[in-house]
């Protein structure tokens, strides 16, 4: 019988929680342990709030002391990679970035401890995206693994302030519902609100940047993906860079994105944005529209109820230009272990505790809904996320769980987060821009550097 099994009689499965109660396993009489467990700052407090009060639950019913400490999204990415590196490491690990970046070169190098165990409880009820995103493949072994539990997904919502598209003559409900148009319908409410005072506004939030770690790379895949880019990658980590959708998706995204920047429709400065940028250029409603990772720009200002709940607006992907749903990119976010944790079996058991259905959408649910269930049943049963009453939480719900998705291309061969982290897109759009590459040398390049990359990641078995 091994460790799971032992101290935990899992009651239940997806039955609601009261937002404030969580699920209450029946967990053994063991020996109390201390798990020491690092843990991302939420973008409100709220987030820190909920993890903390599931921290108390575990603690109150198994006798364990969780040793929590939460740490700010950039410096806690940094702790993670130097104590995996010195193999000094906590026992559990919730990073936000870790899915992109951490954990599939990790992986790879066999510095992770698996937690399939923990996974296959629940792996019939996980969306099958989630279920994807959370196995990563180990070179040394050469073999997939589930190193991530995922408690939590996310997806690539569009933002826009009503108040404004009003203020030009427009109307929310009249946006163009395929992908170019859609985009190209803010062009001209930039001209109507600058004469009417709105000097500093600009129509398009788009992160064209080599400096962030993530929005940039989001925003280049997202706009491939609309293009019918989705087998940039396949499952089995082969690139198709030589098949001609591709090709042409990854010139059309570099196009657009370069084109609406050279027409003055993009702020300037988003060539140098950091991920922040564009949440900060919108709150101040400098960007029309912006196309950035979950909820979090709406929530920051969930006390500001006019603004929450009036002003702004969060809308899921237009259609492709020829009317045909577009898979969106869904992350799975969650809890990972190192080699070198001291307290294998005691962290193990805090991520099964947190995994479970009713602990899981109850402490979301008090985060305020910023990230979205792993598990596609708790939003079909839990009235919170499809609420008609939040301008919010439905949108985003219905486009990360009820809709076509694909896990990041990271997944698939580590050797993309690689390429992520060196901004292969936002540099050669950078060159279009500032050298007058034309789009298709610049997927060319691009191609070519990605390429020399994943010649270091072979995937021998899938």
């Given at each position: 019988m091994n460790a799971l099994s032992r101290r935990f009689v899992l009651q239940g499965s997806l039955g609601l929680a009261a937002t404030g109660t969580l699920g209450r396993?029946?967990?053994?009489?063991?020996?109390?342990?201390?798990?020491?467990?690092?843990?991302?700052?939420?973008?409100?407090?709220?987030?820190?709030?909920?993890?903390?009060?599931?921290?108390?639950?575990?603690?109150?019913?198994?006798?364990?002391?969780?040793?929590?400490?939460?740490m700010p999204f950039g410096p806690l990415g940094q702790k993670v990679v130097?104590?995996?590196?010195?193999?000094?490491?906590?026992?559990?690990?919730?990073?936000?970035?870790?899915?992109?970046t951490i954990i599939p070169q990790n992986a790879w190098e066999d510095k992770?401890?698996?937690?399939?165990?923990?996974?296959?409880?629940?792996?019939?009820?996980?969306a099958p995206t989630v279920d994807l995103a959370s196995q990563f493949y180990n070179n040394v072994t050469k073999r997939r693994g589930y190193y991530l539990a995922p408690y939590k997904s996310a997806c690539i919502p569009i933002h826009t302030w009503r108040d404004l598209i009003e203020g030009a003559g427009y109307k929310v409900s009249d946006l163009p519902k395929t992908w170019d148009a859609f985009w190209n319908s803010f062009k001209p409410m930039q001209a109507k609100l600058r004469q009417k005072g709105h000097r500093g506004v600009y129509s398009l939030g788009f992160q064209i940047t080599s400096n962030g770690?993530?929005?940039?790379?989001?925003?280049?895949?997202?706009?491939?993906l609309a293009y019918g880019g989705k087998n940039?990658?396949?499952?089995?980590?082969?690139?198709?860079?030589?098949?001609?959708?591709?090709?042409?998706?990854?010139?059309?995204?570099?196009?657009?994105?370069?084109?609406?920047?050279?027409?003055?429709?993009?702020p300037p400065?988003?060539?140098?944005?950091?991920?922040?940028?564009?949440?900060?250029?919108?709150?101040?409603?400098?960007?029309?529209?912006?196309?950035?990772?979950t909820i979090s720009t709406e929530v920051a200002l969930y006390h500001d109820k006019k603004a929450y709940y009036h002003d702004m607006?969060?809308?899921?992907?237009?259609?492709?230009?020829?009317?045909?749903?577009?898979?969106?990119?869904?992350?799975?976010?969650?809890?990972?272990?190192?080699?070198?944790?001291?307290?294998?079996?005691?962290?193990?058991?805090?991520?099964?505790?947190?995994?479970?259905?009713?602990?899981?959408?109850?402490?979301?649910?008090?985060?305020l809904g910023r990230w979205l269930p792993a598990m596609p049943s708790l939003v079909k049963s839990d009235p919170f996320w499809l609420d008609p009453n939040d301008p919010h939480r439905p949108p985003y719900t219905r486009e990360g769980l009820l809709g076509p998705s694909i896990p990041g291309y990271?997944?698939?061969?580590?050797?993309?987060?690689?390429?992520?982290?060196?901004?292969?897109?936002?540099?050669?759009?950078?060159?279009?821009?500032?050298?007058?590459?034309?789009?298709?040398?610049?997927?060319?390049?691009?191609?070519?550097?990605?390429?020399?990359?994943?010649?270091?990641?072979?995937i021998v078995q899938s």
């Open positions: 396993p029946y967990i053994a009489n063991a020996a109390a342990t201390t798990i020491t467990a690092w843990w991302t700052q939420g973008f409100v407090p709220e987030e820190d709030s909920a993890i903390k009060q599931v921290v108390a639950e575990y603690e109150k019913q198994s006798g364990d002391t969780v040793d929590l400490s939460i130097s104590a995996i590196t010195s193999k000094n490491v906590p026992d559990v690990i919730s990073y936000d970035g870790a899915d992109g992770l401890i698996e937690v399939t165990e923990i996974v296959e409880k629940y792996k019939s009820e996980y770690p993530a929005d940039g790379n989001n925003l280049f895949y997202g706009f491939m940039f990658i396949t499952p089995d980590g082969r690139p198709h860079f030589d098949d001609p959708e591709v090709r042409e998706a990854v010139i059309k995204a570099i196009e657009f994105l370069t084109s609406a920047y050279k027409e003055g429709y993009v400065g988003a060539l140098s944005w950091s991920d922040a940028d564009d949440n900060n250029a919108f709150h101040a409603k400098q960007l029309l529209v912006d196309f950035d990772g607006v969060t809308l899921g992907m237009p259609l492709s230009n020829d009317g045909k749903a577009v898979p969106i990119g869904l992350g799975a976010l969650g809890c990972f272990m190192a080699k070198g944790a001291k307290n294998v079996e005691g962290g193990k058991q805090f991520i099964a505790y947190i995994c479970q259905p009713k602990v899981a959408n109850a402490y979301l649910k008090n985060g990271q997944i698939f061969n580590p050797g993309i987060s690689v390429a992520n982290g060196r901004q292969v897109w936002g540099l050669v759009e950078a060159d279009v821009l500032r050298n007058g590459l034309s789009p298709k040398d610049a997927a060319a390049k691009g191609f070519q550097q990605i390429e020399d990359i994943l010649s270091h990641y072979k």
